[in-house]
């Protein structure tokens, strides 16, 4: 618990000094000066549910800067990694991580045969042969190192899909560290 609690302040630092608090409709959250910076366990109970709503508003405040192709194959084989970070990936567990990246408001950018092609593949190869695959999805993920912006993005949205089922397994935190490596964000940012 307390890891989200550590990655959801970050969250909120990082999404503070980017400046892009969402504004119009957005709701509950607070200026600099209502809670006093960290609260450790205020705000707990709910915290994955809005670590996932936070991480997601901060892809949506970013949708306009995220259509290139190296943010698309970036995200992609990000995604892949979480989903194969045990070593396999189980035929329900595929379905349903496709159904999030076809669903995900930032991933509407493209079309959804696109993703659901460069995800396989990267499944594909995670499952024949992970030390290659996961060498490969991290090629990819790479490409999207020169754009700050798309670097976080490729990290929120491959936590979007970790968080999805309720947990975040500590392989799927290695999956995330490895990713920031490649990019060349620290992972601390997310609490990693």
């Known amino acids: 618990m307390a890891m989200w609690d ?105 079309p959804p045969d696109q993703l659901r092609k460069r995800f396989n593949e990267h499944v594909d190869q995670l499952t024949a042969n992970f030390e290659a695959g996961k060498a490969r999805a991290l090629q990819d993920i790479a490409k999207a190192s020169k754009k700050p912006v798309e670097a976080r993005a490729v990290v929120q949205t491959g936590m979007v899909v970790a968080g999805a089922d309720g947990t975040f397994e500590a392989s799927e935190q290695q999956a995330v560290r490895e990713a920031c490596a490649a990019l060349g964000i620290s992972p601390a940012e997310f609490g990693v």
């Open 6 to 110: 550590r990655v959801k302040d970050q969250a909120k630092a990082f999404q503070q000094s980017q400046g892009t608090r969402p504004g119009g409709g957005q709701h509950g959250n607070p200026g600099p000066g209502q809670s006093g910076g960290r609260a450790p366990g205020s705000s707990s109970g709910g915290s994955k549910a809005q670590l996932l709503g936070l991480l997601k508003s901060q892809l949506a405040s970013a949708k306009a800067e995220l259509k290139s192709g190296a943010y698309r194959d970036a995200s992609m084989a990000m995604c892949a990694l979480v989903a194969a970070a045990d070593g396999y990936v189980e035929p329900a567990e595929r379905q349903r991580v496709e159904e999030l990246i076809v669903s995900n408001e930032v991933l509407q950018n493209f």
